[in-house]
């Protein structure tokens, strides 16, 4: 018997072998390049930068997360970080709600795909294009404030600031959150909201008690999207923010490129992962990885 039959029969006869041989090569990809990757991070968090040479001192100290934690300065950033990512998310779940609801429950079958490209559309263009479109709108001598002189109001002055930032991440990262609440609110039963009607209960009522629980796994699993994606980023911030709008991963790039403190930069680097590992299990709890 051919080899090849002969595997063929061993991977029809057990498929758990043929699942493991189909998932080795991306499992393999996995470890040696993402996990390896984190572990050589966390480990390098403990070493030191020689004051004289510059160069890194392997070893097992708290150094670091001790200039981390006594600092105030770094509380700030992490703080500021965290919460423009927070103000995101909840804006961008305000936003996609009722767009994402048009498109799953009253959009039909033209409307619809004309909406879904009109999510994707900036996904189209560069980001960067994205970023430097919105610092032109929002300089001081931009569009808004242009438009604003021409309406005789005041101007707007939000330009290279916090404001910029989390409007500039809202745009940036809506479509994530459109687009799983969408799966989500698409397949929820049509017999369900008329049942529901049927009971008595208006629509509000419907839309609190069975649309909401039944969108919220979607609702989740963009969060998990647009927290990560602004967590994480320090193009925005360095391109419209201001003085002192730094973000984790401004400082991150700081000490990699210019200070040359790789083993400092790879401990607050660690901040952003226990934040997403926390924000993961809670998200788990929810149910969102099951609108994935």
Known sequence: MPVSASLTGLLWRRPALRVAALISLPAVWFVLFYLAALAAMFISSFHTVDELSGEIQPGWTLDNFRQLLGDWTYGRIALRTIGIAAAVTLTDGLLAWPFAYVMARYAGPRLRPALMALVML???SSYLARVYAWRLILAHDGALNW???????PAASIGYSNWAMWIVFTYLWLPFMILPLFASLERI???LLEASSDLGAAGWRTFRRVIVPLAMPGLVAGSIFT???TLGDYITPLLVGGPGSDFIGN???ANVGVSNNIPFAAAFAVLPLLVMAGYLLIARKLGAFDAL
């Not at 438009?147 to 109001?153: D, T, Y």
């Open 122 to 124: 900036p996904l189209w």
């Open 147 to 153: 438009l604003l002189h021409g309406l005789g109001l």
């Open 189 to 191: 039963p049509p017999s």
């Open 227 to 229: 927290f990560s994606l």
């Open 251 to 253: 400082v991150v790039y």
